[in-house]
């Protein structure tokens, strides 16, 4: 057949939809993309004309709008033809001109490694969505059709097309409700990257079909026959089970091949919303429905837009699951956003509520993509999105919000709006006090409790879920180190300053500016910053700021490097991020403690008789002296060693000791136990040398201890 002929047959399927005078202006895009990749072949030999027409083809089974295919045919004009885009947006339009140039810069720059090219790709994919949804319908079917054509490909270029398909592609059509370019790229991509895997399970579902066809048939007779029997309007299909799927339920779930194929699907598609319902009621008086299977993605859909009813009987010996739906939902479960354009002469309130939640994912991934340092933290933030798993729980006034599976109170209250998650400080599930880190489940109503001024915690980054949460606490974390570590660092100048018998107020524009070229840094504040980091050393810093920024860079004495030691800087304990107390001899206020640069963290204080500190003379010179302010009220934790003759409640005697005395223990252990005698170890909070006396003398009035310490590596 001649591509004209195809040209032709495209027109044909188009007429069905769209009026003469656009099918006119699709026949013109594909003459003027014929003649500009004229000359050009395909790796398998073919014209290059027939990857742009199949890309509309595809296009066309979706009913999408002209533009978009007009843009399919001249999708790779600018980038393998050198026509530039104004000549594409005199001839066609500037949207149409937008729509090709947004799917080319989707594969044109050349990158240092794959992880990266594949990142890039995603945040310019991520803008030019958010410009027009159209550029991905139009990407992800030409990734189709390169996939269903991908033989012809170098082995390492058809596993890296298939692995990004599996990773980025196929859950863009999944999050954009598009099931069938979903399953078909899972699969293509499956069978390319485990060909041998997936003939064998394609061998044994065809095996195991034939073996099963009379029991589906008989299933399917009775549910028809159930229908007629109560007047109702539905047509049963039975439901494949995809390769992809299959695989991955065996790999991750650990179900047995047969397990999985022992549950028969099917699909029952009817009129209205309300007969779905009365269908549902028809099929369970048929069959036994099996307790917490049932889900209504009609009254809460699925994020992506999808509706439809669940249900898993138990009849004939068999599990028996059915999705029930109307045929709009059919359509939009199939095309997901693309049924828009299928719908938008006569838009519907599915339609747009599918498409009201597509803009509401595009917006928070452009969120996302302004707070990402680099386009590697914005794809594992958004990864963590393509995967919606849904649960969804209440707002205390009713409202529904949809989560992915995992998700806790921190990623709700983000959902809800980014000052609120950076203000939250508690929660209540379901009216009762509840754990920021739990995982919430579906039903329950969640109300967060904030407070101003307060911040984000870092250990929320090791049970958040959403890339929402994520981003939106590392900017916060990210901001809120910069400040701590230009003031943390602006007091370690000050004091090297001062032990030179300088100011930083009396030192020129000239002088500073020299200085902070000589360091090649863009300002003074990245030079104090980077002393606050423990990047830099504050004495070297100051000694170019007195003496010149030339000046050779190594102390010459120990002098020098104490900076004429000048006073000790004074420690709060709550100095945030870059403030750390040693886990190895827990510094508390009162005991005498140094402050040990970490590069890149800030400041690690020590108890200055830690074992951990340098021994020579030069490295211990190069410690920040440090004092306690007077008024500390925070707790800070302190280690206990408790000998002990063993006498029945001694452990509780401790406990209630250390609780008189005001103390809060962290954590209890029986380290080493006889018949006599025990050792506890003991982790409390204290608020100071002073108190911590205080606890020690309870536990050492208890007449079973006959000995406590506290332990300092």
Sequence with gaps: MSVEATVEGLAKELSTYLDTNRINQVRRAYYYAEQAHEGQMRKSGDRYITHPLAVAGILAELRLDHQSLMAAMLHDVIEDTGIPKDALAEQFGDDVAELVDGVSKLTQIEFRSRAEAQ??????????????????????????????????????????????????????????????ICTELEDLG?????????????????????????????????????????????????????????????????????????????????????????????????????????????????????????????????????????????????????AHWMYKNEPSSVTTANQARVDRWVKGLMEMRERADDSLEFIEHVKVDLFPDEIYVFTPKGKIMELPSGATPVDFAYAIHTDIGNATVACRINRNLGSLSQPLQSGQTVEVITAPGARPNPAWLSFVVTGKARSSIRHVLKGQKRTESLELGKTLLKKSLKGFGARLADISESQIEAVVKHNQVNSLDDLVSDIGLGNRMAYLVARQLVSGAENQEEPETIQDIRGGEGSPVTI???????VRFGSCCKPIPGDPVVGVMDSGNGMVIHSDSCSRLPEDREGRARLTHLKWAKDITDEFSVELRVELERQRGVIAEVANAVAMADGNIERINVEDQNAKFGVVSLVLHVNGRRHLARVMRRIRNIKAVTYIGRVRN
């Design 119 to 180: 990142a890039e790709n995603f945040q310019k994919m991520t803008l030019a969505m958010a410009r027009d949804i159209r550029v991905i319908l139009v990407k992800l079917a030409d990734r189709l059709h390169n996939m269903r054509t991908l033989g012809p490909m170098p082995y390492e270029k058809r596993q890296r097309i298939a692995t990004e398909t599996l990773d980025i592609y196929a859950p863009i059509a999944n999050r954009l409700g598009m099931h069938s």
């Design 190 to 338: 499956f069978s390319s990257l485990f060909p041998m895997r997936s003939r064998y399970i394609s061998k044994a579902v065809e095996k195991l079909r034939g073996s099963h066809r009379e029991i589906i048939e008989e299933i399917r007779g009775k549910l028809q026959e159930k229908l007629e029997e109560r007047g109702l309007p539905g047509r049963i299909l039975g439901r494949e089970k995809h390769l992809n799927s299959i695989y991955n339920k065996m790999k991750f779930k650990q179900k047995s091949f047969h397990e999985i194929m022992d549950v028969y699907a099917f699909r029952i598609i009817t009129d209205t919303e309300d007969d779905c319902y009365r269908i549902l009621g028809a099929v369970h008086s048929l069959y036994k429905p099996l307790p917490g299977r049932f889900k209504d993605y009609i009254a809460m859909p699925k994020a992506n837009g999808y509706q439809s009813l669940h249900t898993t009987l138990f009849g004939m010996h068999v599990n028996i699951e059915i999705q029930i739906r109307t045929e709009e939902m059919e359509h939009i479960a199939n095309n997901g956003i693309a």
């Design 572 to 578: 709060r304990g709550t100095e945030g991020l870059l």
